[in-house]
């Protein structure tokens, strides 16, 4: 019969110390994530204003989320800018193509695509506001330079408002992405462009067969995280389309969960909405982890 180790004062010492570090994080978790998500989901069922007694209401919240006008609007809103994915994905490929040269300063330029990258949202979204103001921005000075004709009312056309969304975060996004799939690119062994070379495979075919495939991990990463990004867009909506923009084209549902929440003092109803919003995340997500499985190459 095997005796079982008697546990030394020092080894004790080291058990207390671990389980002392791991709590830390567990709280943290506890108090900030755990206790946040089971207290929306209650407010979800309650009527309260912030400053009254929270008075249980049932699933009135979700009767009138069905109901109101304004959460299909900002839904379709952050559903219309998704359309910014595909179009950043294809830019940043090509830039991590043509970035993954040796070349003379080829760093310098790498870094220059990854500023916007970390730049501060608030001041790139002032920026922005400016260079797409309609009377004196930068957009619609060169489009009359050049073309002679007056450019859109950028943030003031409610056909033009997701647009001008979308055109700043392909500015915003690319170098970002970019970085990722460099890092894919020099991941790629070169055994399989020199077999395929042999083979009398020309670039496209490279491209095509061994480049974009071998990238497919790349492309999931960034196709769930930018759509669970875009859910979640609110900073610039906020800055640059005041009050959710002309006929609410600039709202996107954060926007609205934010204005329920802390404009309207509604917090029961904006805590329905996060829940719902949370719910469409999930699903996406989970049926992009069961459709990767047959287009997602892993070697």
């Not at 033009?160 to 020099?186: E, H, N, R």
């Not at 906020?238 to 802390?262: K, R």
Request: glycine share 8%; proline share 4%.
């Amino acid at each position: 019969m095997i005796r079982a180790q008697k546990i030394t004062g020092f080894r004790r010492r080291e058990i207390i110390w671990s389980y002392f570090f791991i709590s830390i994080p567990v709280l943290g978790f506890l108090i900030f994530g755990l206790a946040p998500i089971v207290s929306s989901l209650l407010l979800s069922f309650m009527d309260w204003d912030m400053i009254s007694p929270a008075k249980w209401n049932g699933v009135q919240n979700y009767k009138e989320m069905v109901l109101d006008e304004k959460f299909y609007k900002s839904l379709y809103n952050t559903l219309y800018l998704l359309i910014g994915i595909p179009i950043g994905m294809f830019f940043s490929l090509l830039v991590a193509i043509l970035m993954n040269r040796k070349l003379k300063g080829i760093s310098f330029l790498r870094t220059i695509y990854y500023i916007p990258v970390i730049s501060p949202i608030i001041a790139v979204s002032l920026l922005w506001q400016w260079i797409l103001n309609n009377d004196y921005g930068l957009i619609n000075d060169w489009i009359y330079q050049l073309f002679g004709i007056q450019g859109p009312n950028w943030l003031g056309d409610p056909h033009w408002v997701k647009p001008s969304f979308i055109l700043m975060g392909l500015w915003g996004g690319i170098g970002g992405t970019m970085v990722l799939y460099l890092a894919g690119l020099q991941g790629i062994a070169s055994d399989y462009y020199e077999a395929a070379t042999v083979d009398g495979a020309n670039r496209w075919h490279l491209f095509r067969h061994i480049t974009f495939p071998l990238l497919s991990p790349i492309h999931f990463f960034v196709i769930v995280m930018g759509i669970i990004h875009t859910f979640q867009s609110f900073s610039q909506m906020y800055i640059m389309a005041t009050d959710g923009g002309p006929e609410y084209s600039g709202a996107t549902i954060v926007f609205y969960i934010f204005n329920e929440a802390f404009k309207y003092f509604n917090m029961g109803y904006a805590s329905a909405v996060a829940w719902v919003l949370g719910i469409i995340i999930f699903i996406i997500t989970l049926i992009q982890f069961k459709l990767s499985k047959r287009w997602v190459y892993n070697d």
